[in-house]
């Protein structure tokens, strides 16, 4: 599947990002739901079927760190989701191998794309991005490992799914809502333009993947 036709997605909070998510992707909210990095579990309520969250924090049904595997059996969910967490590992090619290797059939992903024009704004003004990306004499609770556009995002996502025997059902652009006008402005112009401006305009990269 290419992004010459993609399904774009605007947002303004985490909690609409995800309720975003599981109006789209509620046909694949059946089933065995393993929500990775789910913190308080905001998705159980529109799953129709077991759902289990998973979080080194928050209020997890399984409390575990991803970055240190995961000690669950071959293909035991119908439908794994992993938003906005990979880049919060060092070893994202193990994860990623991870999520296929649990899935029966499913996978929603999403990633961020840091390449965004506001945050080549904030690098060209000597800005920071935020705790996830400072440079700090305080050990950081958490943080981002990787700088990545939505470019490489979609290129990862699609090789490493062809490499554990995916494929990938959809694609997604997401944008910010911005309240600003200029901002929302310069955002809105920039979505039209068509996928050849993702890299700069979307503020995510969403994937749906299919066990082939």
Known sequence: ?????????????????????AGLFKDYLRGEVLDIGCGEGYLRKFVEGKYTGLDKDGNPDIKADIRNGLNLKDMSFDTVLALDVLEHTDDIHRVFDNLCRISRQWIIISLPNIYEWR??????????????????????????????????AKNFVRKMSEKNNFEIAKEMSCFYRYN???????????????????????????ALLKRR
């Open 119 to 152: 945050f080549r704004a904030y690098f060209m003004f000597g800005k920071e991005l935020d705790d996830l990306y400072r440079f700090s004499e305080t050990p950081p609770i958490d943080r981002h490992r990787w700088i990545m556009s939505f470019n490489q």
């Open 180 to 206: 600003k006008i200029l901002p929302r402005v310069i955002t809105s112009i920039g979505s039209s333009l068509g996928p050849r401006f993702h890299n700069i305009f979307a503020n995510s990269y969403f």
């Open 1 to 21: 599947m290419s992004l010459k036709k993609p399904r774009k997605i605007y947002f303004r909070s985490m909690q609409e990002k995800l309720d975003i998510v």
